[in-house]
């Protein structure tokens, strides 16, 4: 009978598989979609109000993840047997034996669910955003949104040293990148979908809508004059909105009122700015240099973060206050409460917080754990402010004010010397307390730790590991643009070359009436010798006709100017155009053969990395239009021109583009062709030229009258 049961089961399953195909496949239900995204697509015309109302829309969105996240992280803390101190020196986690081993549990069970299924959840999640933005037009998997907040609660939840913070931006971002692909939104809007669901979650947890659009715009997208923060705004004020419903209107943190006592303090603040910084580029480097060890180390990825956690957990065994988000104890030390110590006592035993938590934070997340790492930065700073304010308390008692208010400034300090975000981390705290007096010292701080910390070091928690990928990020576009552009692709090879016996009589003349004020020095068989400039020879002229005879141009060029080979990158010309400072450096056959066979300026440098980042942003511009198409049909971009995605013909394969000569043929263009990298189904962008070669598998872009390239399909 269970057999019969299970054959009529599997008949029934089938069947019905096999209808949904069939009306799947149907011409109604393509019809149906077809006209459904062409709807989309003609409602996204009023650009301004599809993007208030998607902003309105992923603000919701964005704050139910962070308060989902919030209870998975609750749920996995109950499966854990795991409960935070309720106040500092309290012991009231279980035994030693839990302590030391839940960590590694749950390092564990997050490495097999991201060596399986994500490994970009490691970590904070908050670079690969940013990296997300600057490099890939906002695109992130829809996978993240599952895996970052099973991972993370995981992570969290079993007492590993992270913040909860990172993972709600990612998921956040997630949530945003996953909508705008669905509605196949430009690349523009997409990172404003993504920088959407960013700010939504950061005010979420904070309660901070202000502070949540800020993190967005100076973190994620980072540029300040960014056009898209009005969506961002609302994202934020909608998901705070939805946060104080569920979640009450309550600030994270139990925040005491702040007092300045005297104005003298405010040195003391600016000492807590320069603690801040130190305490931020050690945690950078101990972070960093931490995950290099971990990935030295010969085991499977997926059990490195249990191995971290075995040693977070031995931590805990004596000091269980350094496990989880730490939250418990920075609202302690906000209460000044210490039950079990006193004083300078007290002050020493959060002194001695300060290593241990960035030691554990670095185990946790070095070794492949998954969360953030600003409520460590929060937990750091507010332990050091409690400390130092103990400190001065003791010292000065009748001047300065209680601890709790130098805690409260170091938070906001450690923050922004470790994020590079000042203007964040000075509206995180101000909205945290709701007090015009707490502004003056906590600018004073912020500045001095982000001053400090960048002079120290130049990348911020999160772009330190961009750089260490080789990807420098400057005012969210990625310089590095430029080591895809090669110096053949922009040289101008009508160089101006001078031979180095020439008189600098005859010199001044080729340099002034020339196409250009500069020139390359040559031998006799047109060898690289150096460079020589208008300016170089303005000294020479009130005695050109005395010194003919004597002064030639190789007397008076620049013999240590650099010189580049076709094959060099762009990257490489600025970095020796800021060295030289020469406008225009000569390109030479190669190393072995010094023969000048053009130039490259600083000009000309500029133009191909804007005509780089325009083709890149026309790119993604014309693939969010050709997704609306169905079967290769053909989509109206502009009026008269359509575009449409179509797989390369069988005939077309291994063939060039000047063989092929489509514009000729067919009256039609190839803007771009998408070729399939690896096994994770990313594309890879090529800007067609005469040469490209097509391959198996390459989606071509077409651009043409509706009529031609239906000719072609």
Known sequence: MTDNLFKKKEFTVQFLK????KISDSLLLKNLK?????????????????????????GVLGAYGAIGFRFSIHFTEEMFNYSHPAQIFS?????????????????????????????????????????????????????????????????IGSGGSAGREGPIVH???????????????????????????????????????????????????GDMRASSMSPVVISSVVATVISRYFLGDFPAFEVPPFVILNSKELVLYAVVGVLAALIAVSFIKVLYFTNSIFLK????????????????????????????????????????????????????????????KLFATSLTLGSGGSGGVFAPSLFMGAVLGGAFGKFVNFLFPLWTAPSSAYALVGMGAVVSATTHAPITAILIIFELTNNYQIIPPLMLA????????????????????????????????????????????VMDEKVQLVQSGLPVSKLFPVLLNGKSPNAVVVDRDNRYLGTVELSDVRESLPHSDELAAFVVALDVADTTTPFVTPDNTLDIVMRLLGRSKRGELPVVLNKDDLTVIGAVTRSSLIDAYNDRLSKEDLAESFKSHANFAMDGEPVEILQGIFISQIETPNHFTGK?????????????????????????????????SADTILNEGDKILLM??????????
């Open 704 to 713: 043409g009258n509706q009529r031609d390239i239906k000719k072609l399909l």
């Open 297 to 356: 180390i010969n085991l499977p990825l997926w059990l490195k973060p249990a191995l971290g956690g075995l040693s977070v957990g031995l931590i805990a065994i004596f000091v269980p206050e350094i496990m989880g988000v730490g939250y418990e104890t920075i609202n302690s030390t906000l209460a000044q409460h210490a039950s079990a110590a006193t004083g300078l006592a007290a002050g020493l035993f959060l002194l001695m917080l300060i290593p241990l």
């Open 656 to 688: 060039k583009l000047k063989e092929l000569n489509l514009r000729k043929k067919y009256n039609i263009e190839i803007v771009l062709v998408l070729r399939e990298l690896g096994d994770e189904g990313e594309n890879s962008e090529i800007f067609p």
């Open 446 to 489: 912020c500045v001095i730790g982000v001053l400090l910390a960048s002079y120290i070091k130049e990348d911020s928690i999160y772009t330190e590991k961009l750089s260490k990928k080789g990807i420098h990020l400057k005012k969210g576009r990625d310089v590095n643009l430029l080591r895809s552009i090669k110096v053949s692709s």
């Open 34 to 58: 077809f006209k459904i995204l062409k709807e989309i697509s003609r409602a996204r015309e009023q650009e301004h109000v599809f993007l208030i109302l998607s902003a309105i829309f992923l």
């Open 171 to 221: 998921i956040g971002a997630a949530i945003g990148s996953s909508i705008g692909q669905i509605f196949k939104v430009s690349v523009k809007n997409l990172r404003t979908f993504v920088a959407c669901g960013t700010s939504a979650g950061i005010a979420a947890t904070f309660n901070a809508p202000i502070a949540g659009a800020l993190f967005a715009i100076e973190v994620v997208i």
């Open 91 to 155: 012991f009231q986690i279980p035994t030693w034996f839990l302590r030391m081993f839940m960590p590694a549990a749950g390092g564990l069970l997050t490495g097999i669910l991201i060596y399986k299924l994500s490994p970009e959840v490691m970590g904070s999640g908050i670079p690969e955003v940013i990296e997300s933005v600057a490099r890939k037009g906002g695109i992130i998997r829809m996978r993240v949104l599952i895996t970052k907040a099973l991972a993370a609660a995981i992570t």
């Open 18 to 21: 096999k209808t949904f195909r």
